[in-house]
């Protein structure tokens, strides 16, 4: 019996680590995806002229966007 219960118990702990794990990782995913989104916002709503100021092209936008997401 005593074996029974704690074969439950490591099971159940076991899920509850597997819940956390992934609402960290769900959490992790929507910061990175608010950054990238922000990020992209902002340099695109910047003409061409400032965005060769600051050496950017606007080819680049997509590549600083997700590089700042990763960032993190």
């Known amino acids: 019996?005593?074996?029974?219960?704690t074969n439950t118990?490591?099971?159940?702990?076991g899920l509850r680590g597997t819940i956390e794990s992934f609402r960290s990782?769900?959490?992790?995913?929507f910061q990175?995806?608010?950054?990238?989104?922000?990020?992209k916002r902002e340099l695109t709503s910047l003409t061409v002229r400032e965005l060769n100021d600051i050496g950017i092209r606007p080819g680049d936008i997509e590549r600083i966007s997700r590089e700042a997401a990763a960032m993190l």
């Open 25 to 29: 990782k769900l959490s992790d995913h």
């Open 1 to 5: 019996m005593a074996l029974a219960n």
């Open 32 to 39: 990175r995806r608010q950054v990238y989104a922000q990020t």
């Open 9 to 13: 118990i490591s099971t159940t702990s």
